[in-house]
Every structure is written in structure tokens, then in C-alpha cells.
């Protein structure tokens, strides 16, 4: 058994990091250093210090409350970690990532990561601070931030607990230094993720000061992503993983599929790591590719994780093995996604979602529904409302989107029981207020317009949701499933 540790790298028996650590320059901060950072932005990063240019190391940054575990568990062991990857053959490799080089918890000391922001060294600023993290109203689009550390950052003066009040702050040092402001990379699945960031910080920033704000909307670079690994959550059944396969012993590690990409539009003023060498791609227009991600990967986990749950299931990969699933998502991406698509250059959309479902089905990757369905009210509108707006609009077919929101709907209606579990999501009690309406209201959550907006006026998409919910209500998930699948069989 070896502990995870700078000073035990020669003794286990892994891939660790053969370039200097104490050598390497941190040049990028980076915000929310969960699961995905650093299955993600770090690998491509320690590729990057492993080709010898050492310039561009990680400093993590976490403000939130639960942060506080990663802070300790990162500095028990030089901020070094483990990934372990799965193919979809299920054959498993484990390395040590040393790209963090540091880990600032900002409560601890949110001067020090101002000075961190502010320092010329400091080139990139990336995030994955959850869609929650930019407080940018899905319906509107825009500012009307809801999170506690937010509101109070607005409206306090004292020094900043926020990640906009911290990068306001830290923007504000360095224009008043003379220092070109750092390019801010956000990595969150959101459609034009850099532009919601842009009205986030711009927005925020000019609640303190309308010249800075200015100079932030000018000289500041927000280039969009499109970013893709599937990363579940972290568990001790990891640790012990790892620890049984490795003899690693590892607080912080983190365990992901092998497929990775990263599409990133390449606009880097104050420059940027040969991101090329080490496989993102760097592209001018983002948006077909974040387009057909959204819509069909992270739509698709939403498609399947409601049905799925009032069909008994835990696994994405179970749910992703029920053929007559398996025909539910491929019926939702090839007659409702897809037609909202625009090409996207290099890509075989049907080839797309062929691998989508079997990166789906791979039991290795132990991804659960549960993850999926966390913060729902902020996922629906961002993955699928999307697709179904503009089928709404083009008159084409809606029947796949609607079993959804009518299977969530019946999700939530059964957190409506005293002594069911809670609900995981910010806005609960008004969803569940709502989704107890139905019963005199049909059709009551599509008013709910946090979520949908105008959309519980449109009569097509109500009526198809009532009748929906109704056929799930009485033949419950699996036989409804298996009647529609059963259909399609027949008209081939
Ligand atoms: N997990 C994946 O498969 C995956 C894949 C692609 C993209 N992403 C993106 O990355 C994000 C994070 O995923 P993860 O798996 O790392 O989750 P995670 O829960 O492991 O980490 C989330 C991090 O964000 C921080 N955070 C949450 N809300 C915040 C807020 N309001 N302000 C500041 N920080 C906040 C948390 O404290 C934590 O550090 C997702 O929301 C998604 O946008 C995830
Ligand atoms: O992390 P979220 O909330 O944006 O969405 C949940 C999953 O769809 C998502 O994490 C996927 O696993 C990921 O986007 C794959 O790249």
C-alpha cells in the first residue's frame, strides 16, 4: 500500500508524472475543481507539461462549502491525483495527473486568490462552476443570479466569496496595475458557455463599476467550448477501486471514460498552452458542435434518467442495455435532436449517436441516473427545451421531448410523498407546489416559467403532455416504452 504523495511517486507501480513539479509555473486558475477539471482540462494540461514546456501548471480554486473536502484532501498529497479510465473493451489504465500545483479554498483566504487573479502570470481563468454558477436566466437570458455567495458579493463591499465577485476583483486590480486582464475559458455544458460567462462577469461587474465593467466587455476574452468526458462522481467505492487494483491509496482520485474531446474557439490574447499537440480541437465557430453535444449526449442522459427511474433503474448503463430504451433514445436523437442540428464539420451525425449509446452502455464507467437528475430545473431547459422549442416551431415531431418532461414531472410528483427522499434541486418547493396542481390543473408544471417560460401556452405541446402523462400514469414506464418500441418495429 502506498499513500499518495510528491515524495512516493517512484514507488507505486503507475503512470506518474515524469516532469519536475516543483518547476512548473502555474499560469492558469481554475474554478470548481471537481470530478470533471480534473478528468478533463488537467490531463489535457499534464500532456502538455509532459511534452516539456512546464509553463503552464494549474492553481485550483474553491469557494463553496463542500470545496472544503477537496481543499484537504489536496494538500495531503501535493494536489496530485489519480485517473482511472475505462475503454469501452472495459480494460481500465490509472495515472497520477500533476498539472494542479496548488489549491487556494477561498474562504481561507479570498486575498490571496485576488492576488493569484491579479498577478501577470496569471493567463487563463477557466471554470466548471455548474450551470448554476453564472446566475444567467435560461428563458431571458439574463442576469438574475439566485446563489447565496452571489446576492451577497452584489451587495457588500467587503472582500469577495463569489467566483464573479473574485474575478471582478481581480480584473479590477490588474487594469488599475496595467496588466492585460487574463482570458477566461468557461468549461460548463452550456450553448455559447463563453458568451453566458461574458454576461455574467460583465453584468456583475458593472453593479460595482459601470468603467470597469466596460473595460471588462472590451478587453477580456470569453472563447466558447464544447467539452466532453464522461465523469461520474466520486465515491469511497473508487478510492477502495483504485486501492484493490493499485495498493494506491488516494483521497482525491477521480475515474472517467477513455473518450475525451475538446472543441475550443481559439482566442487567447495573452496566449495559450500548443493545446493542438495534445488533441483539442481549436476551431472558429464552436457553436455546431456544442450544439450537437448538448442536444444529443447531455439531452439524451436527461431523456433516459426520469424513465429510467420510474422503471426501477440505477445504472445509466442498465437503462442504456433495455433495448426498448435503447430504441426510446435513438428515436429522440434521430427525430427530434438531430433535425434541430446544423452540420457539424467533420462529423457523421448517425455515427455521433451510435457511439453516444454505447459510451452509454459501458457498465465500467458506473455512471448513475441519480447524477443526472440533480439540479433537473437547471438541465431541462439548458439540454432538451432547446430541441423542443424548435421542433415546436417547425411543426415537426415533439412525442419524444414531451414523455420527458411528463416522466419528470411524475419523478417529482412522487417527491411530493412525506417520506420520500429529497429533492435535489434549487428550486423544490416551488416545483413541487406546481407538480401538485396537476391533479386539478392538467398540464399545471409547464406554467412553472423559471423552467418553460411561454411554452405551458402552447396547445399542441400541453395536450400531447397530458395525454402522455396520463398513458405513463396508467401503463407505467417499461410497458409504455415497450409499446412504442413495439410500434416502430411494425411500420419498418
Ligand atoms: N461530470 C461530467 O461528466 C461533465 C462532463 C462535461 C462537462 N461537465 C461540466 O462540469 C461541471 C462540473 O461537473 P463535475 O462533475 O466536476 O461536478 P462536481 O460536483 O464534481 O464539481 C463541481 C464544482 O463546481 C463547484 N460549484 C458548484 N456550484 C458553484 C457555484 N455556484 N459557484 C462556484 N462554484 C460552484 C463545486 O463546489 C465543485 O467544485 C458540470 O456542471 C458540467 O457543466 C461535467
Ligand atoms: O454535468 P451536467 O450537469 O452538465 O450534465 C450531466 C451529464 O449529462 C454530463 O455531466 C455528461 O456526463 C457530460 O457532459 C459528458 O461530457
Not at 475505462?86 to 489549491?103: L, N, W
Not at 438541465?379 to 415531431?397: C, H, I, M, N, S
Not at 386539478?440 to 402522455?468: C, I
Request: aromatic share 8%; with cysteine; net charge negative.
Amino acid at each position: 500500500m502506498t499513500q499518495l504523495s510528491q515524495a512516493n511517486l517512484s514507488r507505486l507501480q503507475i503512470e506518474v508524472p515524469e516532469y519536475d513539479r516543483s518547476t512548473v509555473r502555474p499560469a492558469v486558475v481554475h474554478f470548481g475543481v471537481g470530478g470533471f477539471h480534473r478528468a478533463h482540462q488537467a490531463i489535457y494540461l499534464d500532456a502538455i507539461l509532459s511534452s516539456g514546456d512546464l509553463g503552464w501548471g494549474i492553481v485550483g480554486v474553491g469557494v463553496m462549502p463542500a470545496d472544503r473536502a477537496a481543499r484537504d484532501a489536496a494538500h495531503a498529497q501535493d494536489c496530485l491525483y489519480t485517473l482511472v479510465t475505462t475503454d469501452p473493451q472495459g480494460e481500465q489504465t490509472a495515472k497520477v495527473v500533476g498539472s494542479i500545483v496548488d489549491y487556494l479554498y477561498a474562504p481561507d483566504d479570498p486575498t490571496k486568490v485576488v492576488e493569484v487573479l491579479a498577478s501577470p502570470s496569471t493567463l487563463i481563468v477557466s471554470l466548471t462552476i455548474t450551470e448554476g454558477g453564472y446566475g444567467v436566466n435560461d428563458v431571458t437570458g439574463r442576469f438574475e443570479p439566485s446563489d447565496e455567495l452571489t446576492l451577497s458579493d452584489l451587495a457588500s463591499t467587503e472582500i469577495p466569496r463569489s467566483v464573479l465577485g473574485l474575478l471582478t476583483e481581480g480584473l479590477r486590480l490588474r487594469r488599475e496595475r496595467g496588466i492585460a486582464p487574463f482570458t477566461v475559458v468557461s468549461c460548463d455544458n452550456i450553448q455559447g458557455n463563453g458568451h453566458v460567462a461574458r454576461t455574467a462577469l460583465t453584468t456583475f461587474a458593472r453593479e460595482k463599476s459601470a468603467d470597469l465593467a466596460d473595460w471588462i466587455a472590451a478587453e477580456v476574452s470569453f472563447p466558447c467550448s464544447m467539452v466532453d468526458r464522461i465523469t461520474p462522481v466520486t465515491t469511497d467505492e473508487t478510492r477502495q477501486s483504485l486501492f484493490n487494483s493499485y495498493q494506491v491509496e488516494d483521497r482525491w482520485p477521480v475515474r472517467s471514460e477513455s473518450y475525451l474531446q475538446w472543441v475550443l474557439e481559439d482566442n487567447f490574447p495573452l496566449g495559450r498552452p500548443d493545446l493542438a499537440a495534445v488533441g483539442v480541437q481549436l476551431v472558429e465557430d464552436v457553436e455546431p458542435y456544442e450544439l450537437m453535444k448538448l442536444r444529443l449526449l447531455n439531452a439524451s442522459h436527461q431523456a433516459m434518467s426520469y424513465l429510467g427511474i420510474l422503471a426501477g433503474y440505477n445504472w445509466v448503463h442498465d437503462v442504456c442495455r433495455d433495448p426498448d430504451f435503447v430504441a426510446f433514445l435513438s428515436r429522440y436523437m434521430h427525430t427530434e435532436a438531430i433535425p434541430t442540428l446544423r452540420p457539424v464539420p467533420g462529423v457523421d451525425l448517425d455515427a455521433y449517436c451510435n457511439q453516444l449509446l454505447a459510451r452509454f452502455g459501458s457498465e465500467a464507467v458506473r455512471d448513475t441516473l441519480a447524477r443526472q437528475v440533480v439540479d433537473a430545473s437547471e438541465r431541462l431547459p439548458k439540454f432538451l427545451l432547446p430541441v423542443l422549442r424548435e421542433q415546436l416551431d417547425t411543426g415537426g415531431a415533439i412525442d419524444c421531448c414531451t414523455l420527458v418532461l411528463a416522466s419528470w414531472s411524475l419523478y417529482l410528483e412522487a417527491h411530493t410523498d412525506a417520506d420520500a427522499p429529497e429533492l435535489v434541486d434549487r428550486r423544490k418547493d416551488d416545483l413541487l407546489q406546481a407538480v401538485l396542481q396537476e391533479s386539478t390543473n392538467p398540464g399545471a408544471l409547464l406554467d412553472f416559467a423559471p423552467v418553460f417560460g411561454e411554452l405551458g401556452t402552447n396547445e399542441r405541446l400541453r395536450s400531447n403532455y397530458v395525454a402522455l402523462r396520463a398513458q405513463l400514469l396508467s401503463q407505467g414506464a417499461r410497458a409504455l416504452l415497450s409499446t412504442w418500441a413495439g410500434s416502430a418495429n411494425q411500420t419498418r
